[in-house]
C-alpha cells in the first residue's frame, strides 16, 4: 500500500490501546519516515511548520503499537502507548470538550476534564501562552479576559498595544542609560525593561496567535541567521 503523498500533509488520527482517541496530528513523508524508523511519533507542525516528535518537550511520547491507512490511502490510523498526557493542558486526550448542540456551548466533560496544573506537562512558557491565546480567541469572554478582548477588535486592539508596548519598552531602556529611577520598582530601572519587555512579548504572542504562526518560527528564523553578518543579512534581503 502506497500513501498519496502529493495531497501534501496527511491527517493523522491518535489513539491509545484501548481505543481512546487521544489527538488529531498531520504528517509529511518525512514524518511518516521517522515514525517508521524510530518507532515513536513524529508528526509536521503547521504553526511550528517542522517536524516533531511527539513528547520530545514534556516527555510525554507515543510508542507506536499499530499504524492503519483510510480506504483512499490519504489518512493515517496510529494506536499508540502513550507517554504521560497527550494534551498540551495535561488531560489525557485532546478530545475532553463536550459540545452542546441545543445550548451552542462548549463544556468539559466531567469524565476527562484537565487534570490539575501540577501534573501539566510543560512545553515552555511561550507554547503554553501561545494555545492560551488560541483557547481565548476561540472561546474567551470578553467581560472577563484582556485577550478575548482585543481579539474582538482585532487586529487594530493588538496592533496599537504592540506599538504602545515598544515605545515603553524604548523608554525604559533609555531611562536606564540615564539613570533615571524605576518607575514599577523603586531604584530598580532594570525591572522597568523586564517589565514593558514582557508586555511587548505577550502582546506579539497575541498577534501571532491570531494568524497561526507559532513563535518557534521567529526562534528558527534567529537561528538561521546566526552565525550571519547582520550586514551581509540586511543586503541579501528582497527589497
Known sequence: ???????????????????????????????FKLSCESGYAHYFSRSKNRIWKKGESSGNTQKIKQIKLDCDNDAILLKVEQIGAACHTGSHSCFFKELDILENSRIPSEENSRIPSANTPSYGILDELYHT??????????????????????????????????????????DFKSGTKGEHKEAQ???????????????????????????????????????????IEKANRKG
Open 189 to 231: 530601572p532594570a525591572y522597568d525593561i523586564v517589565y514593558e519587555g514582557a508586555d511587548v512579548l505577550f502582546h506579539m504572542l497575541v498577534a501571532l496567535s491570531d494568524v497561526g504562526i507559532h513563535p518557534e518560527q521567529l526562534l528558527n528564523e534567529l537561528r538561521r541567521r546566526e552565525g550571519l553578518s547582520g550586514l
Open 133 to 174: 491565546c488560541l483557547e481565548r480567541k476561540l472561546s474567551g469572554d470578553e467581560s472577563t479576559s484582556y485577550t478575548a478582548k482585543l481579539y474582538k477588535k482585532a487586529p487594530n486592539s493588538y496592533l496599537k498595544k504592540i506599538a504602545e508596548e515598544a515605545c515603553e519598552f524604548a523608554l525604559a531602556i533609555k
Open 1 to 31: 500500500m502506497q500513501i498519496d503523498w502529493q495531497k501534501g500533509l496527511i491527517p493523522v488520527v491518535t489513539q491509545d490501546e484501548n481505543g481512546e482517541i487521544l489527538m488529531l496530528a498531520y504528517m509529511n513523508e518525512e514524518a
